[in-house]
């Protein structure tokens, strides 16, 4: 075994002994081959950015590079970076960060020597490249904040305040402040140059709804970018719900005070009533002595201008106008404008559609509801009640439907229940009356020929329905008026004015009058004397008594209403245009009871009734009168 040992180790000593002197034979290994060079020649052009320089990215970018190895081949190359980078072929794409970093973009290059050697040739010799690049993400944009924001300078005017931007990598180039010129009525752009300057004064604010824009210019340390950032502040002002604009003490039936808030900045007022009268009010005042708001309503009882301090008051519509924000109060319970009433039963009653309410006089409850199923729906009605009998007459109207329907019915009980009907009676205008003696009177248009028409006055006898007689009127334009007994009838047509007698079935006239400059837009029977006639001409109300035929009273102002419970009577004062009050006197015209601010609706249902004034229209108002 020993033998064979010694046989295998000089049989492998002869091959290597033999291989080797072979490869002595390689030229690589017996000539002299030049050694690498230290530093390889080796060109990168990255767009045009030398390796020093810093590449700046703010957008998406793409970088293209070309290597110049001066004929020697790659043997590994790679490009890294710490970003979101896209590299391929001859190009990098970086995506910004926007965050001002800075990062290595690098690049590895290994070139062969082309020695010859066996070290080349095995890849083990090899110029190492490495080259570094600095690449800045760029923000463009910064975030900052000016916290722009409002008080009161020194003088008590409107400042206007604002924080320093701090920049991450900019610089500030200017403000530019952009608001309305309260005074001026235009646009300012207020261009402040000095980056330390963090104030403004605004002397024309006043009170309102205003915005401020602040915007903040600035420029990129880095590259050529400029932007900007805008900030908005609007002062705070007394609102509409939660701070009432004006206050209100009462002084007596005609005055009040009017105050207001303080706007909260340096300013003055003028307060313009409805008469035209100016008030001016300095810093400090803002409380005036005016008359009372107007019944109803009275929505334009004064205006409230608000002044910057510089403005002329003779400039006030420039300034800020504030409308009075005030409103008659509204009736606690809707009761209805009394339509007819029965003063020995102490009730009064309103008619909606066939629902008859009656209410009380005394303090204005409701006593009962009842359906008047003949009534039902209707377009126009009059209603009329004789104290003394009780008896209670609703004129119907419909429009045609294919024809108009047009009734009367009277009730004699308080049920109304088997009403007397009337049919086929055409009223054209003014209520019926229904008179103490059983009479009913109203007055139509007849039809003469032609074009001809004539108005005449019809009495029936309200027990049975016949008619007694019917009494021709001077023109087809005339209006009546009949007093509660049923014992005398007016006939009152512009400037003219006949009054009759009613003797058994026929009208005696007993009065006539005619003035070419006198008007009588109404005309009716005092409640509380039947013998007397209220006339409200032009200019003045006058009292006629019907027995002597003669001015029992009168006064300068036009009439609208009598009260049916006290009698009083209601006048618009002479000078109503200037002063608007409405005087109330005592029912002889010879005494004044009480002045009202008052504003005189020719729409809507109005009523003096139980020294309450009502107005309704669209909603109920009252007012309870200290009588």
Not at 382 to 410: E, G, H, L, N
Request: with cysteine.
């Amino acid at each position: 075994m020993k033998n064979n040992n010694t046989i295998f180790y000089l049989l492998t000593f002869l091959l290597i002994l033999l291989y080797s002197c072979e490869y002595d034979k390689d030229p690589i290994y017996f000539e002299e081959l030049a050694p690498p060079k230290d530093k390889v020649e080796l060109e990168i052009e990255l767009s045009h950015v030398l390796p020093d320089n810093i590449i700046y990215i703010y957008e998406y970018t793409k970088l293209t590079y070309k290597i110049d190895t001066k004929g020697k081949d790659i043997f590994d190359f790679k490009i890294s970076i710490d970003a979101d980078a896209e590299i391929d072929q001859n190009s990098i794409r970086l995506r910004p960060l926007a965050d001002n970093s800075v990062r290595k973009l690098t690049i590895d290059i290994q070139l062969k020597t082309h020695t010859g050697s066996i070290a080349d040739h095995l890849g083990y010799e090899k110029y190492v490249g490495k080259y570094e690049y600095d690449v800045k993400f760029v923000k463009l944009e910064e975030n900052f904040k000016t916290n722009l924001r409002g008080g009161k300078s020194e003088e008590g005017y409107l400042q206007l305040d604002w924080d320093e931007p701090v920049f991450d990598n900019a610089k500030l180039l200017r403000y530019e402040l952009i608001y309305t010129d309260d005074i001026k009525k235009e646009q300012v752009k207020q261009i402040i140059t000095d980056t330390k300057q963090t104030s403004h004064i605004d002397r024309s604010y006043t009170w309102g709804y205003k915005t401020y824009e602040l915007y903040v210019y600035y420029k990129n340390n880095d590259v050529d970018y400029e932007s900007l950032k805008v900030d908005y502040f609007s002062p705070e002002y007394y609102g509409f719900k939660t701070n009432p604009k004006f206050s209100y003490e009462y002084l007596d039936n005609e005055s009040m005070n009017v105050s207001w808030d303080n706007t909260g900045y340096k300013c003055k007022y003028l307060i313009i009533g409805a008469d035209g009268s100016k008030i001016e009010c300095g810093q400090n005042q803002r409380k005036v002595k005016m008359q009372r708001f107007r019944f109803p309503s009275d929505a334009s009882r004064f205006k409230l201008y608000i002044l910057p301090f510089n403005m002329p008051y003779d400039d006030y519509e420039k300034g800020v106008f504030i409308e009075c924000d005030y409103y008659w109060y509204l009736a606690e319970e809707y009761s209805g404008i009394p339509q007819a009433w029965n003063i020995s039963k102490n009730e009064y009653y309103y008619l909606y559609h066939d629902e008859l309410s009656i209410y009380s006089i005394s303090d204005s409850s409701k006593k009962r509801d009842l359906l008047l199923r003949e009534i039902g729906y209707f377009d126009r009605m009059y209603m009329s009640v004789s104290a003394k009998t009780s008896q209670i007459a609703i004129y119907k109207y419909m429009y045609p439907t294919p024809i108009s329907i047009s009734d009367i019915f009277i009730y004699n009980n308080s049920n109304f229940e088997n009403p007397l009907q009337i049919q086929k009676i055409n009223i054209h205008s003014d209520p019926i009356y229904l008179c103490d003696n059983y009479t009913l009177f109203y007055h139509d248009l007849f039809w003469l020929g032609d074009t001809n028409y004539e108005r005449s006055c019809i009495v029936l006898n309200s027990k049975t329905g016949n008619e007694i007689f019917r009494q021709r009127l001077q023109n087809r334009e005339s209006q009546i008026a009949v007093s509660p007994d049923g014992k005398y009838l007016c006939d009152y047509y512009k400037a003219h004015l006949i009054i009759y007698e009613i003797q058994d079935d026929k009208a005696v006239q007993i009065y006539s009058y005619t003035n070419a400059d006198y008007r009588y837009p109404a005309c009716q029977f005092s409640y509380s004397n039947p013998k007397e006639l209220i006339l409200r001409g032009d200019t003045e109300t006058v009292i006629f008594d019907v027995e002597s035929l003669t001015n029992k009273n009168s006064k300068k102002g036009k009439f609208l209403y009598q009260d049916p419970i006290t009698g009083n009577i209601a006048c618009l004062d002479e000078q109503y245009n200037q002063n608007f009050l409405l005087n109330i006197y005592d029912k002889t015209l010879s005494e004044k009871l009480i002045r009202i601010p008052f504003n005189y609706y020719t729409s809507g249902n109005n009523s003096f009734f139980n020294s309450r004034l009502t107005f309704n229209d669209v909603m109920a108002y009252r007012l309870d009168l200290p009588l």
